[in-house]
């Protein structure tokens, strides 16, 4: 009886050591902002995957020093969210990364307007809720 609960306490503790506190790859920033222009859908995803980069009109940024009042960020597959999701001037809580979170790269028909960001790196939504 004791060495399967010193098995179990071990077998947790052990799990608990080497499980995954987050899953969202590279550094995880937080934005609240607004829709600045027209969003660009691309493409539905399916052979080739797409994205497209929504402009927002910075309210709040966590996680990074950024002077900008505007960040332009990678929204991938963006059909996957509900028709009329993404509303110019609309206010939206954004977390984003540093790193693509797939192992593949996207097609992004309007990537040049990540080059205003002047960013070293560039930023992937991860998750986007509609506040309103």
């Not at 969003?39 to 996680?63: E, K």
């Not at 990074?64 to 990678?74: C, D, E």
């Not at 206010?91 to 979170?101: H, L, P």
Request: glycine share 6%.
């Amino acid at each position: 009886m004791k060495q399967s609960l010193l098995t179990t306490f071990l077998l947790i503790i052990g799990l608990n050591a080497c499980s995954q506190k987050d899953s969202i790859r590279g550094n995880k920033f937080q934005l609240t902002g607004k829709i600045k222009t027209k969003v660009q859908m691309a493409p539905h995803c399916g052979t080739i995957a797409w994205g497209t980069v929504v402009d927002f009109d910075i309210i709040d940024l966590s996680g990074m020093s950024y002077v900008k009042k505007n960040i332009g960020i990678i929204v991938t597959c963006p059909e996957f969210y509900k028709e009329k999701f993404f509303e110019r001037g609309k206010t939206y809580q954004v977390v984003f990364s540093d790193t693509n979170q797939a192992d593949f790269g996207w097609a992004i028909p309007n990537k040049d307007l990540l080059k205003k960001n002047k960013l070293s790196f560039d930023p992937y939504a991860v998750s986007i809720k509609k506040l309103y």
